[in-house]
Structure formats: C-alpha cells, structure tokens
C-alpha cells in the first residue's frame, strides 16, 4: 500500500539547533500533509503542501516537495524543548480515498 | 469548540466482552475516521464515513463495527473483543476527503485481557 515513511526514525538534537525530517512515499499525490503527536495525545496538523508547491512555511516550520524524488522534508528551527514530539508524514491514495500515515519520526530536544 | 471528543479516555475488557468508543465533533466536518495506532505500526484505518449516512471499510475493519448516527456522532463498536485490539484508538474528522486536513480526538487507550 502507499505509505509515506519518515527518516529518521528517531532525533536527539540540542535546544536550540534545527531539526530536519524526511519523507518519501510510493505514489502521484496532490497533497502532503505534516502532523505532530506529544506523547499520550492525539495528532495535530501542522501543514499542508499541495503538489503544485515547492515550499511552505508556517512559523519556524518549514515544508519542501519533491515530486520528481517523491519526497518532502520537514524543517524546525530554532528548535524547543516543547517540539518534543513524534512527527508523521500522511498521503492521500486516491484509489481508495484513504489517507495513509507512516510509522513517524520520533524528534527529542534536549535542554 | 471543544473540536473531536472521545469517551472514554481507558478502557480495560476482557476477551469477548463488547464495548462502544463515542465520538462527536462540534466543527459542522463531512468526514469522520476511526485509527488505531499501534507501536511501530503508525496510525491504520479501521473505518471511514465520507458523508453522514455512509460508512466504508478501512485498512483493518474486521472484528469493529461502526455507526454515523448524525452528522456529529461516529461511534466505533467491539462486538467480542480480542487481545489483539488492545491499542489507542483516534477518531478524526474534517470537512470532507483527503484533500483536507484533519482534526483528531484525544483518543482511547484500551487493553484487552
């Protein structure tokens, strides 16, 4: 099945540093969408990039597609202590009108 | 707007006993998802409903039945609960399709003994 999968799995950076994730997935999409889960919470949306977009900030995030690679990354600058968080990558399959999550990359800030 | 809310927040059942997971959105949202996420596996569709009167099976339906009662509400039903249920379940909704981003409930930690 398509499914984005992010790299690295885990993070540990340094208050302070930036904190870059990655993700490739399978298939021709239209969106990419970015989401983070504290721990024992639900995910939140952080930011869409349609496929017609290269870049995409929103804050000290920021978003860049590859169609041709079939990959995005995600990047936090400036990173904080409450960034600590598990981020996902999700596609949208148009075959079955599902929304495909990968396994998340788990980021760690250290104070 | 108290945005998607879950109830209940734990559940403990022991094999074969059924139980209902609620959920309701106040954000007037089309669509509405049921996941489960489970260690290492990431969040795995149970079941969807595109518009209020539709359901579809997800990635891992069976042993789950569901519900849209109204436009709010789309209750998630264990019918004999196995071991291998035992995970956090997350309700979501958005305003229709997988064009949209969607909002997530604070989810279920159930366990299955």
């Known amino acids: 099945s398509q499914q984005g999968e992010e790299d690295p799995q885990a993070l540990s950076i340094q208050e302070g540093e930036n904190a870059t994730m990655n993700c490739s997935y399978k298939?021709?999409?239209?969106?990419l969408q970015w989401y983070r889960q504290n721990s024992g919470r639900g995910l939140v949306h952080l930011i869409l990039?349609?496929?017609?977009?290269r870049e995409k900030h929103s804050g000290r995030l920021r978003v860049t597609l590859d169609t041709s690679k079939k990959s995005s990354s995600l990047l936090i600058t400036a990173s904080r202590a409450a960034d600590t968080a598990s981020y996902f990558c999700?596609?949208?399959?148009?075959?079955?009108?599902?929304?495909?999550f990968g396994t998340g990359t788990r980021l760690t800030i250290i104070p | 707007n108290a945005g998607v809310t879950q109830t209940p927040k734990f559940q403990v059942l022991k094999t074969g006993q059924s139980m209902t997971l609620q959920c309701a959105q106040d954000?007037?949202?089309?669509?509405m998802y049921w996941y489960r996420q489970d260690p290492g596996m990431g969040l795995r569709l149970i079941y969807y409903?595109?518009?209020?009167?539709?359901?579809d099976k997800g990635e891992v339906p069976n042993g789950y039945n569901v519900s849209r009662l109204n436009k709010r509400e789309f209750s998630l039903r264990l019918e004999s609960a196995a071991p291998s249920q035992t995970s956090v379940y997350f309700c979501?909704?958005?305003?229709?399709?997988?064009?949209?981003?969607?909002?997530f409930g604070p989810g279920t930690r159930l366990t299955v003994t």
């Open positions: 999700a596609t949208p399959n148009f075959g079955n009108e599902k929304l495909t």
């Open positions: 298939t021709s999409i239209n969106n």
């Open positions: 990039i349609r496929s017609n977009e």
């Open positions: 954000m007037n949202h089309n669509s």
């Open positions: 409903s595109a518009s209020e009167g539709t359901t």
């Open positions: 979501a909704s958005n305003r229709g399709g997988i064009s949209y981003e969607q909002y």
